[in-house]
Every structure is written in C-alpha cells, then in structure tokens.
C-alpha cells in the first residue's frame, strides 16, 4: 500500500511541474529597492524592448503562460483592473509569456480571448530559460515585478495590484 501512495505522489507531482504552474508564493523579494536588472523581451510583433526603453514609467510586469490556470485568472483580474483606470502613458504593463516556442499561437489566442487594451505582450519560446524571467529568478508562475520610474524595484507578487496604479 506504501508503494502504491508513493508512486502515486510522484505522479501527482510530477503533473503538477509539468503543468507549467505552480503555488504562488513570494519570490525574488531579493530585488526589493534595487535597480532592476537587465532584461530584454520580444513583444509579439518581434520588437524587442529592454527595461531600459521604460525609464520615467512605472513598469508592472507579469510573467504568466496558458498552461497556467492561475495565470489566466490572474491576467483576467489585471485586464479588468487596467480597463477601469484611465489612460495613463506613464504606466506600461507587460504581460510576457513564458510558454515554449510551440505554444505560439494559443499565446496570441489566449490574448485574443482576454481583449486587452493598455497593455503589452512579449513572448519568447524559451519557457522557464526565458532571460527575463531568469533575471528575476523565476521559479514560479504567475509572477509579478513592480518597478518604478527610476528603475528600481518597488515589490513583486500578485497582492495590491490596484495600488500600482495609484
């Protein structure tokens, strides 16, 4: 009975890692009031951007991918909060996919279904060897960095993400 459970955990685990989501928790907090480090993105048109590119703006950025269902309840959530702030050009939010080069296209339909506007979307490919989400030690996803005007990041997880906006 004993091999049976255990076999059965490592399967319910193994599935869970798999999935591509796991436990939300803090992480990274390492980065709190320090200058962001380097981290470059492909939006979806190809265009890449560096943080640098956003310098004088408040930058949120939100790792998230579609075998996540957290991450989509969570960039529902934002999508809705972005929707009911006004216009603000001092403000970028980053939605970037951490999903693997084949997943390509349910990226942009998982986009198409939120119906987004004022935000942006970057995608690499490269799942969990994304260089930005690497930059910010990564591990878990939906993960979300805050960083203000100067750079310098400002908090990061998924609480309060109406004060950003503030």
């Known amino acids: 009975?004993?091999?049976?459970?255990?076999?059965?955990?490592?399967?319910?685990?193994?599935?869970?890692i798999l999935s591509g989501c796991a436990l939300m928790r803090e992480q990274g907090t390492e980065f709190v009031g320090k200058q962001a480090p380097f981290a470059r993105?492909?939006?979806?048109?190809?265009?890449?951007v560096t943080l640098t590119s956003f310098r004088g703006r408040k930058v949120l950025i939100?790792?998230?991918?579609?075998?996540?269902s957290k991450s989509k309840?969570?960039?529902?959530?934002?999508?809705?909060?972005?929707a009911s702030q006004p216009?603000?050009?001092?403000?970028?939010?980053?939605?970037?996919s951490v999903d693997r080069n084949q997943n390509f296209e349910r990226v942009q339909q998982k986009i198409?279904?939120?119906n987004t506007s004022g935000m942006?979307?970057?995608?690499?490919g490269n799942e969990g060897d994304d260089e930005a989400f690497r930059a910010f030690n990564g591990e878990y996803i939906p993960y979300f960095i805050y960083?203000?005007?100067?750079g310098v990041v400002s908090g990061m997880g998924t609480r309060n993400l109406e004060d950003f906006f503030k």
């Open 62 to 68: 939100a790792f998230w991918a579609t075998t996540c």
């Open 147 to 150: 960083i203000d005007p100067r």
């Open 112 to 114: 198409k279904e939120l």
């Open 41 to 48: 993105f492909t939006l979806l048109d190809g265009t890449p």
């Open 73 to 82: 309840k969570t960039l529902q959530k934002l999508r809705d909060i972005v």
């Open 1 to 16: 009975m004993k091999q049976i459970s255990a076999k059965l955990l490592t399967i319910v685990l193994s599935l869970y």
């Open 120 to 124: 942006q979307f970057a995608f690499s």
């Open 87 to 96: 216009k603000k050009p001092n403000i970028v939010v980053l939605a970037a």
